[in-house]
């Protein structure tokens, strides 16, 4: 009768109606009581006064939570490109990563928050908090303490991992499962961080053993390019090189080769060392440390392409025409030596000042791969592709794990050097297994919700940038256009970031469909797999092809099943990974600006929210000004446009605008910045904007 029933109701459906057609004697009826639970225990059908509707129309869906350190959380929605925020007081007895059902409150069309209905599951009874006594203190959540039934390793001051083993009302009860360390230990902030995000902090003795057994061996079917001069080109503090790339000029164009850590050849299908890598689905790059996916003994070492050492690669040699457009192309098993290890600040010092490299060969190979990189960003420009002018915060710590300095890090040509080479090679590889009808896991990222994409053209109109497109349709080079329009603006990487946040949210899946933001047809990541679970998927089916040809039918369908499990769960660790980071980012800000407490800075509005506004500093430190300390008049938030609106004053504040704060509070144990406007009379809000009309002549 389930599917019967779902069938039945796909709107508002009296339990009448239902009798009638389902219940024939007592037992019926029992039947279906019963499947009206479950389905709404599944989050699929909501009660409505005397009936039943599909849930979604009552704008109630089921969702992952993740709760912060500041005391609200957010949903994750499977079908939402975003998620959704829900505050403190909708949280109750909720934990980090409970499965729960939400219904949206909306207001004029607009998302405001989501308002708890219930806990559908709990599949992480698991938290992370300190020992007081008898009890512990969760890290995040609105869970006071959790009581301990076991004193066993219990210690006051320690962190620690609790089983929840019992909930009486709002009343936990747990065991200690996991001692992380003392909570004042250098680093204890960031690991318990990690901890609580399920990215364990060491490998398994069987994956270890199993990386530290690995060995190079003889294999005469590879390619030998180790007399070609390949190069890595990375940050200065990274140690795993898993790309190496090299280009020389043809009569009428060129010849390029990326080359890609065959961290395959290592990691073969459900070993151990693939277990591991497939349940934490990425390396996580935090403050102060990077919790690898795979062992340091292969991620640091053996596969890790160091230079004047053979290595095992996977290849794509390309010959584009002198515009920089795809010719042909090679893909192939390689055994390469690195010539030369360089940082982005030294191409970016030869590329900008032509600071020596102190080799004339690889100085005049560097140009050569600058100039494929204009050439192929060109080309991506003509064809519509987003370019997001983002800069990343640095945060600089001391060996006690202290915040001293947080700057902003700027792209330079290095940087965008290697991005494009790399987005080349993913296409080619790509377009390569399509073409064979080989599964793969793609990159896909959809195109925006019609929606929320005219609240963004409403918004960038306001601003006073103009836009082509109809309520149904806006081509991705009008949004390409603005952002170049902005890039000089005051507010433009406000702007820049809020068109982010309007775009739908990247994800893996076997489904061959086109990028949005990149503007291409084909797109797979092909050129991490030290650090990206699907990278890793993609080198076996290549390395399939390459040395098995393309298998059969029932194989490609196997397969295919298989990928959509592991694109749903490389989405999912992706998100827990960014989520990660954000975190620690977040708390070390925090930790950084207590002792700045009372300054004053010049900042611009890069958020908007129905409870204040967020201002982002020069250096990327990101504080909330709280609609409550707005004193000087009544604030209403307007979510369509973005804005706070004086009911008595009409002073408007929106995304993009430039304020003057004061830091007035900063906590790293809550992760809280809090700011307050330091102009009296908020002059430096936006414009008035209002609208008299004018006094008609003949009229009184």
């Not at 949210?505 to 797979?524: C, M, N, Q, R």
Request: charged residues 30%; hydrophobic residues 40%.
């Amino acid at each position: 009768m389930n599917e019967q029933l779902r069938r039945k109701i796909t709107d508002y459906t009296t339990l009448e109606e239902l009798k009638q057609e389902f219940v024939f004697d007592a037992e019926s009826l029992k039947t279906l009581i019963k499947d009206l639970v479950e389905l709404e225990d599944a989050g699929i059908i909501v009660q409505v006064n005397d009936g039943y509707d599909i849930a979604a129309n009552q704008n109630v869906y089921a969702g992952t939570l993740s709760i912060n350190k500041k005391g609200f959380g957010f949903v994750y929605i499977e079908s939402f490109d975003d998620e959704v925020f829900i505050p403190e007081r909708e949280l109750h007895a909720s934990l980090d990563r409970d499965e729960v059902l939400v219904q949206l409150v909306m207001e004029e069309g607009v998302r405001l928050a989501a308002k708890f209905i219930k806990t559908l599951k709990r599949p992480h009874p698991v938290v992370v908090g300190v020992v007081q006594g008898r009890f512990v203190i969760p890290d995040v959540g609105v869970i006071p303490r959790i009581k301990l039934t076991k004193m066993d390793h219990a210690k006051d001051n320690l962190k620690v991992q609790v089983l929840i083993t019992n909930v009486y009302s709002h009343r936990f009860e747990g065991h200690i499962t996991e001692v992380i360390g003392e909570q004042d230990a250098i680093g204890m902030d960031i690991t318990s961080t990690a901890v609580r995000f399920n990215f364990p902090l060491h490998h398994s003795k069987e994956a270890i053993d199993q990386a530290n057994a690995a060995r190079m061996s003889d294999q005469p079917h590879r390619k030998d390019i180790r007399a070609m001069d390949l190069v890595t080109i990375d940050g200065a503090d990274a140690k795993d090189f898993d790309d190496a790339v090299y280009a020389k000029k043809l009569d009428h164009g060129y010849e390029v080769t990326v080359a890609i850590a065959d961290v395959a050849e290592f990691v073969k299908e459900q070993s151990p060392l693939d277990k591991e890598a497939y349940a934490r689905g990425t390396s996580v790059y935090l403050a102060d440390r990077v919790i690898p996916m795979l062992p340091e003994a292969l991620s640091n070492e053996l596969c890790s392409l160091k230079p004047s050492e053979d290595r095992f690669c996977l290849c794509v040699t390309m010959t584009l025409d002198d515009k920089g457009y795809l010719l042909s192309y090679e893909t192939y098993e390689g055994l390469m030596n690195s010539s030369r290890r360089l940082t982005y600040q030294e191409v970016n010092q030869w590329l900008d000042h032509r600071q020596t490299l102190d080799d004339p060969v690889i100085e005049a190979m560097v140009d050569v791969l600058a100039e494929v990189a204009q050439r192929r960003t060109k080309i991506r420009h003509q064809r519509g592709a987003l370019f997001f002018s983002t800069n990343e915060s640095k945060l600089v710590l001391d060996d006690a794990g202290k915040p001293t300095n947080v700057y902003l890090v700027q792209r330079g040509p290095g940087e965008l050097l290697v991005e494009e080479l790399m987005l080349l090679a993913n296409e080619t590889v790509a377009e390569h297994l399509t073409r064979l009808r080989m599964p793969i896991l793609y990159r896909t990222h959809d195109d925006p919700d019609p929606t929320k994409l005219m609240t963004l053209i409403k918004f960038i109109r306001m601003r006073g940038f103009g836009v082509k497109g109809t309520k149904d349709k806006v081509h991705v080079k009008e949004l390409q256009q603005v952002l170049e329009r902005i890039a000089d603006h005051p507010g433009g990487a406000a702007i820049s970031s809020l068109m982010i946040r309007s775009m739908a949210k990247a994800k893996y899946e076997p489904v061959h469909k086109p990028h949005y933001g990149l503007a291409s047809k084909t797109y797979a990541h092909f050129t991490s797999p030290i650090r990206r679970y699907p990278d890793l998927i993609v080198h076996r089916h290549l390395k399939q092809v390459l040395r098995n040809g393309v298998p059969n039918q029932e194989t490609i369908e196997r397969l295919q099943e298989t990928l959509v499990k592991t694109g749903l769960q490389s989405s999912k660790k992706e998100r827990d990974a960014i989520s990660c980071e954000r975190d620690v980012t977040q708390m070390k800000m925090a930790e950084y600006m207590e002792g700045f407490i009372g300054k004053h800075y010049d900042g611009v509005i890069s958020g908007v929210t129905n409870f204040g506004m967020f201002v982002e500093l020069a250096n990327g430190i990101e504080g909330l000004v709280r609609k409550e300390d707005m004193k000087d008049d009544q604030y209403r938030f307007d979510g369509e446009r973005f804005m706070l609106l004086g009911r008595r004053l009409k002073r408007v504040y929106t995304i993009g605008d430039k304020v003057k704060v004061t830091c007035v509070n900063a906590s790293k144990a809550s992760s809280r910045i809090d700011f307050a406007l330091r102009v009296k009379g908020a002059s430096n809000a936006s414009p008035r904007r209002t609208h008299r009309r004018k006094k008609q002549k003949g009229t009184a």
